[in-house]
């Protein structure tokens, strides 16, 4: 949990203030391949942009390059390809009732989680969807939303519950969807949008101003980052 304690240290006539004491928002990241979401939350946390500690990456993909990331966490390797979904569900549940994590975030992770773990961790998954939900659910966004000739897409950060990409939207980017764009063009300018916001949804939970009331946010706190221009 967030907390910011002031110790004060009575001495003597001296009174002595120690550094405020704060306790980071533990964080697990769970991948399955580039981890370019990963990279950018862990480079705002390390630069103390936003407080909190990634304790542990998790992957069901041995192979993720994502993996390859530097920090001070743990990595682990829960491959999907040698257990069935309950027991691979199993194996995740146990280690992360290990590490007691705050939150549980989701970047780039392909596999969906059944309801054993997100009733477990109700209201602490949350996860980033390339489109502006509750449109374009599911794989395939960018092909789709191209196809269909849709002017206006993006991302979302989302609580994960039961339903695929259904859980309460928290922060979502848009970006307009250009005439004869490709899916990679799409595809790269809504990954530098995701890569802004779902750091900024961390810090929002360290601080608490999140909060989650009958499957409604009760406080959104719109993301007002701007954006630079380009020159
Ligand atoms: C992102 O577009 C994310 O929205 C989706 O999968 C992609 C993964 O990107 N869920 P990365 O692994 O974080 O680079």
């Not at 009733?119 to 969807?129: C, E, F, L, Q, S």
């Not at 009760?218 to 221009?229: H, V, Y």
Request: net charge positive; aromatic share 6%.
């Amino acid at each position: 949990m967030y907390q910011q304690p002031l110790i004060i240290c009575h001495r003597k006539n001296t009174i002595k203030q120690f550094k405020k004491i704060v306790e980071d928002l533990k964080i697990v990241v769970l991948i399955s391949g580039k981890g370019s979401n990963l990279k950018a939350i862990a480079k705002e946390c390390s630069k103390k942009n936003v407080p909190a500690r990634i304790i542990s990456i998790i992957s069901n993909n041995p192979n993720a390059s994502g993996l390859q990331i530097k920090g001070k966490f743990k990595k682990k390797v829960i491959n999907d390809k040698l257990y069935d979904k309950k027991c691979f569900e199993f194996r995740l549940q146990n280690y992360l009732a290990k590490l007691k994590p705050d939150l549980i975030c989701l970047a780039g992770f392909m596999k969906i989680l059944s309801s054993l773990i997100i009733k477990k961790w109700k209201n602490k998954i949350i996860n980033v969807h390339p489109s502006l939900l509750p449109s374009f659910k599911g794989l395939k966004t960018h092909e789709r939303v191209i196809s269909e000739g849709v002017k206006k897409s993006g991302c979302t950060i989302h609580f994960v519950n039961e339903t695929l990409d259904g859980g309460p939207i928290i922060a979502q980017g848009s970006t307009m969807v250009k005439k004869n764009m490709t899916v990679k063009e799409l595809q790269k300018k809504i990954l530098k949008i995701e890569h802004i916001i779902y750091p900024e949804v961390i810090k929002l939970f360290a601080k608490k101003k999140i909060t989650i009331k009958s499957s409604k946010i009760k406080e959104k706190t719109p993301i007002t980052k701007k954006r630079k221009k380009k020159k």
